[in-house]
Structures are given as structure tokens and as C-alpha cells.
């Protein structure tokens, strides 16, 4: 099959849909690749580097003729009259608000796979564009942020003084919420990040960010994956929230949307309790934007000083690697349609994740899709009354766990007193370390945020290290028993030491340049 990579349309044509890596790959799959003059000229990928990976530079309407056309954005009417019959467009094509270009393509007998209509299942995360530009876009919004910011993200020590870090609240822990979590933290600020999602929580603690409370607002997944429209309650709960945040916040990043549309997060009231120079990135402006002042597409400065950054195109702003990962999914999408490697692609409509992207195929439109099965277990069995009622009452459940406890930690200590009271006398000195020890190690590691946990190891590896030495030191002893006691623990202390020092090394790996899958790999 030949495929067509036409230039980026619009005024930004800075991302392309296939790299010359891609293109590489593509040809490896049996297909031939040909390329629009300056198609990658905005992401910095010359001509000559697409021609020395297989393809070839072809002018712009036989690029458009191609058996397959993959692009960016969708086409317009000039374009459209280019494809031919019989062909198949890739693109993001947004088709739940574009029944009129569904209708010209479904009219040519243009088959048209949206990648904006991916399947929300595991086994189509690899061909999430939506993901992989948002990912991008949350790094690039606190770049941007830091650039319009008055300080330094990090706190600083100095002899002439000390600075505090600048405090970051970003809206919605979805995929761009998190990757800006992940970019602020570490540039060394102060983040607190907020989700309906409960789940969300534990994803942004193990960035190493603060998670905002509000009971009120959390509210269940819906079924389908997204998070649903809040009650009125629930509104107010998280608008209170919001604006407690904002008004200490220097930098708040917005990233709420709910099936494309951007409910308000940040009120013109919000704006004016924030202090003059702080940053609001709207990440949901194509969707109309979270804060009121947000202008799709613009800077703008409200009367108190307040920058309100509604860009459009933050994932644009960094071209190479967005047209990688642009790159990427296009060519797992065609792994998908070329099980041969043949250069012969098969649309298999059985398939749920083909189905779902295919939004017209032999002149009909086929948008929107049957909904996908998400699991084929079932339903659980309902609980018998008795086990229902004590789910229905978790004050209840909580107060009998607090119970255990209690009981629990009573029986230890009387077994802790009657093995004092039964050891000897320098025994008793050893056993008050123990003891010190056992409370202090566990205040110490239930208190250390999730960003410190390598360090940690480190920690522990260190006193399993004095823990193999002292037991060296006791094997050989008179004493079967302590001979005994040495021979286990050195055993154990080495489990630790080299376990402890292989999980250490496979983690800084992944940051390696020259490691599989590490860095930039």
C-alpha cells in the first residue's frame, strides 16, 4: 500500500504524523512511504532524512492519492476533493461534532479511521493520540508557567537569605494533570493537585505532590472510563476548593474536561484573590477553557495582574517529540492493519478497537460505534443481608478494626512484659533497642513521601550491611544457639543487601541513555 504524508495543515504546521523512524518502519511493513515537500521541515526532519529512510518526496496531490493518507488534522474541502475513492484517511477527525465532513468522506468512499475515537481498553492505550499529546501538553503548560512566573519553582538557600519554593495547584489528575504534577515537583516546587477521582490520589502522592481534600466533590467513575458531570453539590464542594487553593497558589494549572467540554474550575472572583503575577494555564481551552478569562488561543492579563495562558497549541511548541510520539501510534496503528507484514491492510470491523476508530467505511457512516465490552466476567453474586449491612455502615467496620487493634496490641505487650520479665538482665538493654528501634523504624517509613523511597532503600541497605557484619562476627561461637542466630541473620541481611542493590540498579537504568528503554531510548 502506498501512504501519503501530506504537510501539517492550518497556520501551524510545525507537527507531522510520520517521522523518518516511522517511515523506516512503515517500509519494513511492505508499504510505500511518500512525503509532501517540507512535511517535516516545522519538526526540524529535512527532506533528505525521510529519503535516506525509504521514502520518497512527491508533490501534494499524489501524496493525497496515496491508497493511505495519514495526517494530523482533518482535511478541508480542497483536500477532500483530493482523496480518491476506495481509500482510507487516518486522522483526528473529532466525529461526534463533525457530521458533515463524515458525510463528504462516507459520499467519496473514503474509509476514515478517527485516532481521536480510540477505544478507552488496555489493549489500545498504543494507539491513544490523545494521551500521548496531553502528556506533552501538561510538561510544556509548566514550562510555560515558569517562563511568565516572577521566581524560581525552587526554594533557594543562599547566604544573603532564603526563598520559599513556589506553590503549584493543578486541577484534574488525568494524563496532562499528571505530567504537569510530575514537571512542577520536579523543578522543586510546592504542588497540590486535586481529582474527582479518588483513585486519582495515590497517582499524584507518588509524584511527590500534596493531595487536596474535599470529600464532597469525589464522586465515582462512570462506567465508560471518564469522570461525569458533578451534582450541584458536589460543584460547590470542589468550586470551594478551588478557590481556597488558588488564592495561595502562584501558579494554578487547569486541565478539567468532561467529554470535551471545560466546566468552570476558576471564577472571575478566584482571579481577584490571587495575588498580582500569578499564572493560570488553561490546558482545557479548546474545550472553551476552566478559568472565565481563559481567550482560546491568547495571553491575557486581568486588571489585577493575574496571566491567563489559554494556548492551543502547547503540544506543538515541542514539535520533535510530539511528531515521535505522533510517529509511533501511527505506526502501531498500520502493525495493527498489516498482520502480514505484507504491505496488504486488513480492516477487520470484528475487532473493537478497529471498529471503534472507523467512523465511515464503503460509503456509510458508521459513527458512532457499538459500545465496547470491558469485561466479560460476571457480576459479582450479591451479599447475603447480614455482610450488606456491615458494608453499609463503615463507621461501624471502622470501629471493630480499632477494636482489633486494641486488643491485639494489648496481648503484645503483655507478651513483650512477661519476655522482659523472663530474660536477663543484659538481656533487658538489647530488647529496649529492639523496641526503640521497631517504633521508630515504622513512624520513619509510614512518613516518608513516595518520591523518597530509593533514597530510603539506600537507608536500609546500609543497616542490613552493619546487620551481615555483626553476624559474620557472631558465627563460630560456643553458643549452638547463637551460631544459629548469626547464620540466619547474615542470611537475611543478604537477601536485603544484594536484592535491595539490584532493584536500585534496574530503576537507575531506566534513566540511562545507553539501556534498553531508558531515557531517551
Not at 125 to 141: E, P, T
Given at each position: 500500500?502506498?501512504?501519503?504524508?501530506?504537510?501539517t495543515?492550518?497556520?501551524?504546521?510545525?507537527?507531522?504524523?510520520?517521522?523518518?523512524?516511522?517511515?523506516?518502519?512503515?517500509?519494513?511493513?511492505?508499504?510505500?512511504v511518500?512525503?509532501?515537500?517540507?512535511?517535516?521541515?516545522?519538526?526540524?526532519?529535512?527532506?533528505?532524512?525521510y529519503?535516506?529512510?525509504?521514502?520518497?518526496?512527491?508533490d501534494?496531490?499524489?501524496?493525497?492519492?496515496?491508497d493511505?493518507?495519514?495526517?494530523?488534522?482533518?482535511?478541508?474541502?480542497?483536500?477532500?476533493?483530493l482523496?480518491?475513492a476506495?481509500?482510507?484517511?487516518?486522522?483526528?477527525l473529532a466525529?461526534?461534532?463533525?457530521?458533515?465532513?463524515?458525510?463528504?468522506?462516507?459520499?467519496?468512499?473514503?474509509t476514515?479511521?478517527?485516532?481521536?475515537?480510540?477505544?478507552?481498553?488496555?489493549?489500545a492505550?498504543?494507539?491513544?493520540?490523545?494521551?500521548?499529546?496531553?502528556?506533552?501538553?501538561?510538561?510544556?503548560?509548566v514550562?510555560?508557567?515558569a517562563?511568565?512566573?516572577?521566581?524560581?519553582?525552587?526554594?533557594?538557600?543562599?547566604?544573603?537569605?532564603?526563598?520559599?519554593?513556589?506553590?503549584?495547584?493543578?486541577?484534574g489528575?488525568?494524563?496532562?494533570?499528571?505530567?504537569?504534577?510530575?514537571t512542577a515537583?520536579s523543578?522543586?516546587?510546592?504542588?497540590?493537585?486535586f481529582?474527582?477521582?479518588?483513585?486519582?490520589?495515590?497517582?499524584?502522592?507518588?509524584?511527590?505532590?500534596?493531595?487536596?481534600g474535599a470529600?464532597?466533590?469525589?464522586?465515582q467513575?462512570?462506567?465508560?472510563?471518564?469522570?461525569?458531570?458533578?451534582?450541584?453539590?458536589?460543584?460547590a464542594?470542589?468550586?470551594?476548593?478551588?478557590?481556597?487553593?488558588?488564592?495561595?497558589?502562584d501558579?494554578?494549572?487547569?486541565?478539567?474536561?468532561v467529554?470535551?467540554?471545560?466546566?468552570?474550575?476558576?471564577?472571575?472572583?478566584?482571579?481577584?484573590?490571587?495575588?498580582?503575577?500569578?499564572?493560570?494555564?488553561?490546558l482545557?481551552?479548546?474545550?472553551g477553557?476552566?478559568?472565565?478569562?481563559?481567550v482560546?488561543?491568547?495571553?491575557?492579563?486581568?486588571?489585577?495582574?493575574?496571566?491567563?495562558?489559554?494556548?492551543?497549541?502547547?503540544?506543538?511548541?515541542?514539535?520533535?517529540?510530539?511528531?515521535?510520539?505522533?510517529?509511533?501510534?501511527?505506526?502501531?496503528?498500520?502493525?495493527?492493519?498489516?498482520?502480514?507484514?505484507?504491505g496488504?491492510?486488513?480492516?477487520?470491523?470484528?475487532?473493537?478497537?478497529?471498529r471503534?476508530?472507523?467512523?465511515?467505511h464503503e460509503?456509510a457512516?458508521?459513527?458512532?460505534?457499538?459500545?465496547?465490552?470491558?469485561s466479560?466476567?460476571?457480576?459479582?453474586?450479591a451479599?447475603?443481608?447480614a455482610?450488606?449491612?456491615a458494608?453499609?455502615?463503615?463507621?461501624?467496620?471502622?470501629?471493630?478494626r480499632a477494636?482489633?487493634?486494641?486488643?491485639?496490641?494489648?496481648?503484645?505487650?503483655?507478651?513483650?512484659?512477661?519476655?522482659?520479665?523472663?530474660?536477663?538482665?543484659d538481656?533487658?538493654?538489647?530488647?529496649?533497642?529492639?523496641a526503640?528501634a521497631?517504633?521508630?523504624?515504622?513512624?520513619?517509613?509510614?512518613n516518608?513521601?513516595?518520591?523518597?523511597h530509593t533514597?530510603?532503600?539506600?537507608?536500609?541497605?546500609?543497616?542490613?550491611?552493619?546487620?551481615?557484619?555483626?553476624?559474620?562476627?557472631?558465627?563460630?561461637?560456643?553458643?549452638?544457639?547463637?551460631?544459629?542466630?548469626?547464620?540466619?541473620?547474615?542470611?537475611?541481611?543478604?537477601?536485603?543487601?544484594?536484592?535491595?542493590?539490584?532493584v536500585t540498579?534496574r530503576?537507575?537504568?531506566?534513566?540511562?541513555?545507553?539501556?534498553?528503554?531508558g531515557g531517551?531510548?
Open positions: 500500500m502506498r501512504i501519503g504524508v501530506p504537510r495543515a492550518g497556520a501551524d504546521p510545525r507537527l507531522v504524523a510520520v517521522t523518518p523512524d516511522a517511515a523506516r518502519r512503515l517500509a519494513e511493513l511492505g508499504h510505500d511518500v512525503v509532501e515537500p517540507g512535511a517535516g521541515d516545522g519538526a526540524r526532519l529535512p527532506a533528505h532524512e529519503v535516506s529512510a525509504g521514502a520518497r518526496v512527491a501534494r496531490a499524489d501524496v493525497w492519492a496515496a493511505v493518507v495519514v495526517t494530523l488534522h482533518p482535511p478541508g474541502p480542497a483536500e477532500l476533493d482523496l480518491r476506495g481509500s482510507v484517511l487516518v486522522s483526528q466525529p461526534a461534532g463533525s457530521p458533515e465532513l463524515l458525510g463528504g468522506l462516507a459520499v467519496r468512499g473514503v476514515a479511521l478517527a485516532l481521536d475515537a480510540v477505544p478507552r481498553i488496555s489493549r492505550q498504543a494507539l491513544d493520540v490523545l494521551s500521548a499529546l496531553s502528556n506533552v501538553a501538561g510538561y510544556r503548560a514550562v510555560e508557567a517562563e511568565e512566573y516572577g521566581g524560581m519553582f525552587a526554594g533557594q538557600v543562599t547566604a544573603a537569605g532564603s526563598t520559599p519554593p513556589a506553590r503549584v495547584f493543578v486541577i489528575a488525568g494524563v496532562a494533570g499528571l505530567a504537569a504534577v510530575g515537583v523543578l522543586g516546587a510546592d504542588v497540590h493537585a481529582d474527582v477521582r479518588p483513585e486519582a490520589a495515590e497517582q499524584i502522592e507518588s509524584l511527590g505532590a500534596r493531595v487536596v470529600d464532597d466533590a469525589v464522586q467513575v462512570s462506567a465508560d472510563g471518564y469522570a461525569s458531570a458533578q451534582s450541584a453539590d458536589q460543584e464542594a470542589a468550586l470551594r476548593a478551588y478557590a481556597e487553593q488558588s488564592a495561595q497558589a501558579v494554578v494549572v487547569t486541565t478539567a474536561l467529554r470535551g467540554t471545560a466546566p468552570t474550575t476558576i471564577t472571575r472572583a478566584m482571579l481577584d484573590a490571587m495575588r498580582p503575577g500569578s499564572v493560570v494555564v488553561d482545557a481551552a479548546p474545550g477553557g476552566n478559568c472565565e478569562a481563559t482560546p488561543g491568547e495571553r491575557v492579563v486581568t486588571a489585577r495582574g493575574v496571566v491567563v495562558l489559554g494556548y492551543t497549541d502547547l503540544a506543538a511548541r515541542l514539535p520533535q517529540h510530539s511528531s515521535r510520539l505522533l510517529g509511533t501510534v501511527v505506526v502501531n496503528l498500520l502493525t495493527l492493519l498489516t498482520p502480514g507484514e505484507d496488504r491492510l486488513v480492516l477487520d470491523l470484528d475487532d473493537p478497537v478497529v471503534g476508530m472507523t467512523v465511515t460509503g457512516v458508521t459513527w458512532p460505534p457499538p459500545p465496547v465490552a470491558v466479560a466476567a460476571p457480576p459479582p453474586p451479599p447475603e443481608p455482610a450488606a449491612a458494608v453499609a455502615d463503615p463507621a461501624a467496620e471502622g470501629r471493630r477494636m482489633r487493634r486494641t486488643v491485639l496490641g494489648a496481648l503484645g505487650a503483655v507478651a513483650v512484659g512477661l519476655l522482659i520479665a523472663a530474660s536477663p538482665p538481656a533487658v538493654g538489647h530488647l529496649t533497642v529492639f526503640l521497631v517504633v521508630v523504624g515504622f513512624y520513619v517509613i509510614s516518608v513521601t513516595h518520591a523518597l533514597p530510603l532503600m539506600a537507608q536500609t541497605n546500609a543497616i542490613s550491611g552493619i546487620i551481615m557484619v555483626g553476624a559474620l562476627l557472631q558465627i563460630g561461637d560456643s553458643s549452638p544457639l547463637v551460631t544459629t542466630l548469626a547464620v540466619v541473620a547474615a542470611a537475611l541481611a543478604s537477601v536485603n543487601v544484594f536484592g535491595g542493590f539490584l540498579r530503576m537507575l537504568g531506566m534513566f540511562r541513555r545507553d539501556t534498553p528503554g531517551a531510548a
